[in-house]
């Protein structure tokens, strides 16, 4: 497996960690839909996620740079409260995709909070890439499609398909980890 390193997010690689998102995101979206989709001429800075969004995941989360080979290869943003974490962001930049540093650094994050039961994360419904990396390389299940249609108490701004980012909805994942309770060997 890869060997990458999760190093803390300085307050003086912020602009860069949000522009290395961004890239990675426009970069799924581009491979999908091309550079003339609405997905880009709706937004008003031509982001898949905006500043604002990963500032505040930022803001109110573990911000982590991915460092393989002494370089940075990408970041992810981790809530976690008691045995629920959430992973807010985790991206790799597109140069160095399919290389196993994704997956590392997902290992890394688990051991980083051993006490995680339930990880969830979301992805767009259109980043087939992520999808097969969350359900196929790191076991998790999705759980819910979030779109216009969806009945629950979601924030409809934010995902029911009237945010013109993601007018067709998203994936809510969830990974359930179990703990060996057994003394047996």
């Not at 540093?101 to 979301?122: M, N, Q, R, S, Y």
């Not at 097969?132 to 029911?160: M, Q, S, T, W």
């Amino acid at each position: 497996m890869t060997e990458v390193q999760l190093v803390s997010l300085e307050a003086s690689d912020r602009e860069q960690f949000i522009k290395d998102n961004q890239e990675a995101f426009n970069y799924g979206a581009m491979e999908e839909f091309g550079l003339r989709d609405a997905h880009f001429e709706d937004i008003a800075d031509e982001q898949i996620i905006s500043s604002k969004t990963i500032e505040a995941c930022i803001d109110t989360g573990e911000a982590y740079r991915i460092i393989a080979d002494g370089t940075v290869v990408g970041g992810a943003v981790i809530k976690v409260s008691g045995t629920r974490g959430d992973l807010e962001l985790l991206f790799i930049k597109p140069e160095v995709h399919s290389k196993g540093i994704g997956f590392a650094a997902w290992c890394e994050i688990e051991k980083l909070h051993p006490d995680v039961t339930v990880w969830e994360t979301f992805t767009p419904y259109f980043e087939t890439r992520n999808i097969h990396f969350y359900v196929n390389r790191c076991g998790f299940h999705i759980v819910e499609y979030l779109n216009k249609h969806h009945p629950g108490d979601f924030p409809a701004d934010e995902f029911e398909g009237k945010d013109p980012q993601f007018p067709a909805g998203m994936f809510r994942f969830e990974k359930q980890i179990k703990k060996c309770t057994s003394n047996l060997y």
